[in-house]
């Protein structure tokens, strides 16, 4: 089973932040938060991984609670192409099979 | 970045061929690569992981003598569907490690559809 619990689905005004939360209660110490998304009939998209503190790159920004049992995704500026079903997953290393949860599908809409 | 290429992308066979999918690392050695199959609205399920020089790892209820994993050097895993039916019908995704804390990188997925 999935480690992760994620909200179905979510919609978003173009334009604005999408916050899409992950809950990772179970998450041990040595486990990174990793966050995928994919759009209809392409493989999955790496978007960000972080492990204690908050991180940003050029698509989005990470937020991980202290107790580190939740985690939030934040687009700053959704566009109709960030339409995609949203996985977050635990895991902790590159070796580690991964176990998809059902996502979260996130709608921008004009 | 890491590149993942996946080949064919899309492939329509008659029931009972076989059917081969390939799954390279472009610019960097996997030692590890796994395998995946999504249904229509559902989400993506492990079939089984892939070591380099060593036999695969199927998940419960995956049938090894079904889907043949072969990863013979450290750029290449291929998938074999034998004598695939229209049941066998999926999207079928490869991923590949780096290594550490690195994200696996996935390839864009191979559409098999059985007549």
């Known amino acids: 089973d999935a480690k992760t619990t994620q909200p179905p689905s979510m919609d978003c005004a173009e334009g604005r932040a999408a916050n899409l939360p992950c809950n990772h209660s179970t998450i041990s110490g040595n486990e990174y938060v990793y966050w995928y998304r994919q759009i209809h009939s392409q493989g999955p998209q790496y978007i960000i991984h972080g492990l204690k503190n908050n991180e940003t790159n050029e698509m989005a920004s990470l937020i991980i609670t202290e107790d580190r049992k939740s985690s939030t995704l934040i687009l700053p500026h959704a566009t109709l192409r960030d339409t995609a079903v949203y996985y977050c997953?635990?895991?902790?290393?590159?070796?580690?099979?991964?176990?998809f949860g059902p996502g979260t599908s996130l709608s921008v809409i004009p | 970045g890491a590149v993942v290429s996946q080949h064919p992308s899309w492939v329509i066979c008659k029931s009972g061929t076989s059917v081969k999918i390939e799954c390279r690392s472009l610019d960097f050695q996997a030692t590890t690569m796994f395998w995946y199959r999504q249904f229509p609205k559902q989400s993506l399920m492990l079939m089984a992981t892939s070591n380099e020089g060593s036999k695969a790892t199927y998940e419960q209820g995956v049938e090894k003598d079904k889907f043949l994993i072969n990863h013979a050097s450290l750029t290449l895993s291929t998938l074999t569907v034998t004598s695939a039916h229209p049941e066998d019908s999926s999207f079928y995704i490869c991923s590949a490690s780096i290594r550490g804390a690195q994200p696996q990188h996935f390839g864009d997925g191979t559409r098999l559809s059985i007549l």
């Open positions: 997953i635990v895991r902790e290393t590159s070796y580690d099979k991964v176990i």
